[in-house]
């Protein structure tokens, strides 16, 4: 199941939402405005990244200037505890398959979300209508 974090007044987060539904794509949103992430989810998307913790924060957030001198002296687990907490410091949305991440919305990049065999099918039909040309 794919899980779409997002925020509430995010146009990013609206527009990914808007794909999966146009996609007929099933997935569980959480929003971050009113249910905080668990360090457990952190985890799981962090595992993803090829960057770490710089591909999920958000340096164009307000709050991330009163943060930013501090980040290198906390703990990894320090960290998650104040992303948890202060949840606007994530970049949105962050969109999470089995072995699949995307933060931030892309309209290229999200259809690696469209299962494979839709794909298949989708790129099939290209070819077809390349050859009767």
């Given amino acids: ?44 998307i962090l595992c993803l990244t090829e960057n770490g913790l710089d591909d999920i924060i958000s340096t164009r957030s307000q709050l991330y200037p009163t943060i930013a001198d501090k980040l290198p002296d906390m703990t990894f687990n320090e960290t998650l505890q104040l992303l948890c907490e202060h949840p606007q410091l994530l970049r949105r949305p962050i969109i999470v398959g089995r072995n699949k991440l995307q933060v931030g919305f892309n309209d290229d990049d999200i259809r690696q979300f469209i299962p494979r065999h839709i794909r298949r099918i989708s790129f099939q039909r290209t070819l077809v209508g390349l050859v009767d040309m």
Avoid: V, Y
């Fill in 1 to 44: 199941m794919i899980k779409l974090f997002t925020q509430a007044g995010c146009n990013s987060s609206r527009k990914a939402r808007q794909w999966f539904h146009d996609h007929g794509i099933a997935f569980e949103e959480k929003n971050f405005s009113s249910t905080a992430p668990t360090i457990s989810e952190l985890k799981q």
